[in-house]
DNA sequence: CCTTGGCTATCTATCGATAGACAGGAAAAA
DNA sequence: TTTTTCCTGTCTATCGATAGATAGCCAAGG
């Protein structure tokens, strides 16, 4: 079968979300990415002319694609704690996918070099993760204030980051699942 | 005043530290740390021969720093809480300080290009915060089990990190001390 | 005199980006 | 229907900038 357009579009962010979720943002070469691919940088930048616009097309599609994700969950009618579990399972996989980084996560740690149109698409995920645990609490404990809730949205959304951080700095996922664990354990998440 | 062998190496670690806290341990760059410092590129590798070298420099004083400052203060037998209160603000000041990270983790993401030398320093400076973070659980909490003081440990230091990796990302503060807040209010830290 | 510690100059590798050629197919003109 | 034109998408080749690293020179000071 031929290769269109669309496939080599698609292939590129492909190995490209793999390549940042690995390496970061910086990291990222058209060269090594055409050469993943199987066609020449040139092609590359006929997709997407500049680095920017290929970072920022990678991280709002790393956010649409966990948005519908997210939503899917949410319209399923899961428990609280089963919505966490598995919320929490996503941050757990790209772990265990070769020691990988959430793609946002990782842009956030090399933000100074960001160009203003991938920032925008990261400051777009953690809104959109946040907005989401909001929801979730609001299921488990509808009479908590709204500011507190809100607060503790965005301290999950965080100390999920973290523990992923933190494992993956320490290549031990292990230290993942005992953060998450305490996590629970001291009532921060459902 | 003469600038001393001593006083170079001080100057180069010094511009070294906050380049890698702003921009990570790959934008670090021998031209541009020697431009900071006032000598040439050629200079630094005299007195760092590989980037390696430095980077592991650069890790092990960020952590040799922070243990002393750390085994300082509880040898100051605050309580607990106050204790975690000056922990919280150490992280906080980097963020305060044109948005920086703390160097280790920032480093942590980057770990796939990091030399093995650089490795194990950044793994040295978790385990020393973890092991403070136990002692000071164990103040907190005497009659809790090893264990779930051990994950606790290791979930502070987490979330900690990850408060701060979130605030950077967004550029507001604000979200790292209501992240904190929300730890606090579920019990998560004294 | 010889070690120390900086310098100039340069190397190779790689980066993002661009120019220009060309193949192939669709669309338009004959 | 046949021919011509034009666009799409990839290619080769190359640009200037910058990366880390090295060789060799030279001045200062014990």
Redesign the interface.
Known sequence: MAKTKTDIREAIMAAGRLAVQ???Y??LSFRELAKDVGVKSASVHYHFPTKGDLGAALARRYTETGSAYLEGMLAENHAPAELMDRYVAIFRAALSND?R?CL??????????LPPGVRTE??QF?AVNVAWLERVLVIAEPKASQQ?L???A??????????????????DIG?YD??????R????MP
């Not at 005992?178 to 996590?183: D, L, N």
């Not at 354990?185 to 921060?188: K, T």
Request: glycine share 12%; with cysteine; hydrophobic share 50%.
């Open positions: 690995a390496h970061g910086n990291a020691n980084m946002c996560g990782i842009m956030s740690a090399e933000l100074d070099d990261v400051d953690a507190a809100s607060d503790r965005v301290a999950i959304f965080a100390a999920i980051g973290g523990a992923q951080l933190v494992a993956r700095g320490c290549q230290l005992r953060s998450i664990r305490a996590y354990a001291a009532g921060l």
